[in-house]
Structure formats: C-alpha cells, structure tokens
C-alpha cells in the first residue's frame, strides 16, 4: 500500500508540478499590456478629414462618366477580339474564304491591343469636371487630361 500511495503521491505530485510549471509558463508568456500588442498588428492609419477624402476622390459623376467610355472603347474591340476565332472558323468551313492561320491571329491581337489602349483613352478622354459632360469622341478632354498628367510627372520628377 506503501507503493501504491507513493506512486499516487508522485503521480499527482508531477501532475500538480506540471499544472504549476504551465501556469508559471503561461503567465511568463502573456504580455505585460495586451493593448500595446493589438495596437501592433492593426494597421496604423494616419487622420483624415471628410474635406480631404472629398478633395482626393473621384467625384462619382465624373467616375461613371470615366465607366461609361471605357466600356464602350475598350469592350467593343475586346469582344470582338474573341468574335475573330469563331467567325474565320465559320468562314473556312463554308469555303467562303481561305485565310492562313497569322491573318487570324494579327486580328485577333490587333482588337485586344486596341481594348486595352481603350482602356487608357476612356479615362482620359472623359472630362474630369463635375459639371462639363464633354463631347462625344473627346479629343479636347484628351489633349488637356494628357497634358495635367504630364505636368503632373514633370513636377514629381523635378
């Protein structure tokens, strides 16, 4: 019975020690202020006021306007950038016209080249005041939104 109780004793003796030996490891781990901790792992974010969100950001008459002219400059030829495959497909099979393989592919990447410079001329060829719709193609809106970003690179440059 002597060995039983001291097996016990020793048993519950380690598991207590261990208990003890956690706790103690536990509390050693925990940081001093949990504050402090958070504080590091949240992002930090510099003060802003609504009067400057609103001086920076798009105003969203001018931003739908921007939408608008890149949908229809740059979806149209994007679209039928992928329309060329099926449509030469179509065209060979009926024997309508026997093109080589490159006139296929220089159409197709021809179209995609010009969505994706569409991209750039619907931004820029919209205009960038909130009161002024601008004209239909936009060369004007163009030269002057080209020349604000030119200024504008010159000035960072400089």
Same mark, same amino acid.
């Given at each position: 019975?002597?060995?039983? %109780?001291?097996?016990?004793?020793?048993?519950? @003796?380690?598991?207590?020690?261990?208990?003890? !030996?956690?706790?103690?490891?536990?509390?050693?781990?925990?940081?001093?202020?949990?504050?402090?901790? #958070?504080?590091?792992?949240?992002?930090?974010?510099?003060?802003?006021? #609504?009067?400057?969100?609103?001086?920076?950001?798009?105003? #969203?008459?001018?931003?739908?306007?921007?939408? #608008?002219?890149?949908?229809?400059?740059? /979806?149209?030829?994007?679209?039928?950038?992928? !329309?060329?495959?099926?449509?030469?497909?179509?065209?060979?099979?009926? !024997?309508?016209?026997?093109?080589?393989?490159?006139?296929?592919?220089?159409? %197709?990447?021809?179209?995609?080249?010009? @969505?994706? @410079?569409?991209?750039?001329?619907?931004?820029?060829?919209?205009?960038?005041?909130?009161?002024?719709? /601008?004209? &239909?193609?936009?060369?004007?809106?163009?030269? &002057?939104?080209?020349?604000?970003?030119?200024?504008?690179?010159?000035?960072?440059? @400089?």
């Amino acid at each position: 019975m002597a060995a039983n %109780s001291k097996e016990s004793s020793s048993a519950t @003796g380690f598991a207590a020690d261990s208990d003890q !030996g956690t706790a103690a490891e536990k509390k050693k781990k925990q940081p001093v202020d949990s504050s402090k901790k #958070k504080a590091k792992k949240s992002p930090r974010r510099l003060p802003t006021r #609504k009067a400057e969100n609103a001086k920076s950001a798009i105003p #969203k008459e001018v931003s739908d306007r921007m939408v #608008k002219r890149v949908l229809i400059i740059s /979806g149209v030829p994007s679209v039928l950038a992928f !329309g060329v495959f099926p449509v030469s497909y179509y065209a060979s099979l009926k !024997g309508w016209v026997s093109l080589p393989p490159f006139v296929t592919l220089a159409a %197709s990447v021809t179209c995609l080249a010009l @969505g994706l @410079g569409g991209i750039s001329y619907g931004v820029l060829s919209a205009s960038w005041d909130e009161g002024i719709e /601008g004209s &239909l193609v936009g060369f004007e809106e163009f030269k &002057l939104n080209f020349g604000r970003l030119r200024e504008t690179r010159k000035a960072s440059k @400089g």
